[in-house]
T-cell receptor
Framework: GQNIDQPTEMTATEGAIVQINCTYQ??????LFWYQQHAGEAPTFLSY????GLEEKGRFSSFLSRSKGYSYLLLKELQMKDSASYLC??????????FGAGTRLTVKP | EPEVTQTPSHQVTQMGQEVILRCVPI?????FYWYRQILGQKVEFLVS????????KSEIFDDQFSVERPDGSNFTLKIRSTKLEDSAMYFC???????????FGDGTRLSIL
């Protein structure tokens, strides 16, 4: 089976840095994805890790440790528009993708 | 930028009726997916489709559900006899090849009365 855990809610200040953690236990692993989802909208792709290490993409970075079953999404220079849910998702060996429950981030002025 | 498009944006149906949700994936994409998100809950995988057949399905995707790619562009999800608990947002997604990310449509909000 699969288990994907991430904090339910986080709050941070505009301009700050926030790290959203995700731990997973899966029967097969074929990549980890981070998506952003604003309320009432579709998930939009942020980043993808399949090998250990850090992937950087502008203000967003994502890290993966396969041996620890652990990833984080790092958001720098937070803006008000970054207030959203951040979804950690793991792709299994059969090409299915399972999502965590999401972390609702609130950015305050 | 090419998009995954879904129709309708909102569907209201009586319990027990059949419903078909439609999706047009991005044109050069080869892998297609349906997901469900009940209000306030997580995105749940339903089914993946590749090479004109189902490649994986979840425990949610029971005999009431079916998918079809009737022509070269549409990808549909049919729910045969809807139940109240089928009320949710249904997202279609597609990707070009194995290692690439999935791109989501805007979803269809299904309300069962």
């Amino acid at each position: 089976g699969q288990n994907i855990d991430q904090p339910t809610e986080m709050t941070a200040t505009e301009g700050a840095i926030v790290q959203i953690n995700c731990t997973y236990q899966t029967s097969g692993f074929n990549g980890l994805f981070w998506y952003q989802q604003h309320a009432g909208e579709a998930p939009t792709f942020l980043s993808y890790n399949v090998l250990d290490g850090l992937e950087e993409k502008g203000r967003f970075s994502s890290f993966l440790s396969r041996s620890k079953g652990y990833s984080y999404l790092l958001l720098k220079e937070l803006q008000m528009k970054d207030s959203a849910s951040y979804l950690c998702a793991v792709r299994g060996r059969n090409n299915d993708m399972r999502f965590g429950a999401g972390t609702r981030l609130t950015v305050k002025p | 930028e090419p998009e995954v498009t879904q129709t309708p944006s909102h569907q209201v149906t009586q319990m027990g009726q059949e419903v078909i949700l439609r999706c047009v994936p991005i044109s050069n994409h080869l892998y297609f997916y349906w997901y469900r998100q009940i209000l306030g809950q997580k995105v749940e995988f339903l089914v993946s489709f590749y090479n004109n057949e189902i490649s994986e399905k979840s425990e949610i995707f029971d005999d009431q559900f079916s998918v079809e790619r009737p022509d070269g562009s549409n990808f549909t999800l049919k729910i045969r006899s809807t139940k109240l608990e089928d009320s949710a947002m249904y997202f279609c997604a597609s990707k070009v090849e194995g290692g690439q990310p999935q791109h989501f449509g805007d979803g269809t909000r299904l309300s069962i009365l």
